[in-house]
């Protein structure tokens, strides 16, 4: 059987009882090898060159700077960094931000050690490993919503909206007073979490909605 590749692993976990586990399940496998842990993420940006490790096992929720906000620096601190992110939450926003600053793979605390030791050697040979859950997100991100939040009045606001149609020209086509529109505009902007025209806009649009 062909010998593998020894691959080197720094962790950034806050819980002694995780990171203790994390390194009994790593060092005691062929081909893995803990190099360094850390507490904080500030703790790694002062000694990180130190190790240079092939991958970085980071935890979300750390003390200080959070492990989202560590990617860039870690990045810059070693350009081709593959970090895993090891963490309990698969809310989308976190994955998306998290990818989005440089992180190359995304597996959920708990997950089984053979998980674990795949997920850190598939990013090793240049994968992108994903728990199910959160694959499942990110393929669902690249559709658009063809379904809109919004009711059929306000995608008819908006639709004028885009089209750059004032808000008194908009209500004496729907026949309705100013007040309405204005009205529709701010639930728009509610049910969008936006604050501006061109933001309603721009995102109904990549929504696939107008």
């Known amino acids: 059987m062909e ?5 080197k692993i720094c962790i950034i976990e806050d819980d002694a009882l995780i990171l203790k586990s994390l390194q009994q399940v790593l060092n005691k496998a062929d081909g893995f090898k803990v190099t360094g ?6 703790a790694a940006f002062e000694i990180f060159t ?5 991958v ?3 935890d979300i929720d750390l003390p200080g700077i959070s492990g989202i906000e560590a990617i860039p620096k870690l990045k810059k601190l070693q350009p081709e960094l593959n970090i895993l992110m090891l963490t309990v939450h698969e809310e989308s926003e976190l994955v998306f931000s998290a ?3 440089g992180a190359v793979g995304y597996l959920v605390k708990g997950s089984n050690s053979k998980l674990l030791l795949d997920g850190i050697r598939e990013v090793y040979e240049g994968g ?3 728990s199910p859950t959160i694959a499942r997100q990110v393929i669902a991100s690249f559709r658009p919503e063809k379904e809109s939040i919004l009711s059929d009045r306000e ?3 908006l639709q004028s909206l885009s089209n750059g149609t004032n808000n008194k020209q908009i209500a004496e086509d729907l026949f309705v007073s100013p007040n309405t529109i204005k009205a529709h505009i701010k639930n728009i902007y509610k049910k969008l979490h936006v ?3 061109a933001e309603a806009v721009k995102k109904a649009m990549k929504k696939g909605w107008i």
């Open 3 to 7: 010998n593998l590749p020894t691959i």
């Open 37 to 42: 842990t850390f507490f904080s993420a500030e």
């Open 50 to 54: 130190n190790y240079y490790p092939d």
């Open 56 to 58: 970085l096992l980071l």
């Open 99 to 101: 990818l989005r600053q």
């Open 128 to 130: 992108a490993p994903m």
């Open 155 to 157: 995608n008819e606001v």
């Open 195 to 197: 604050n501006s025209r």
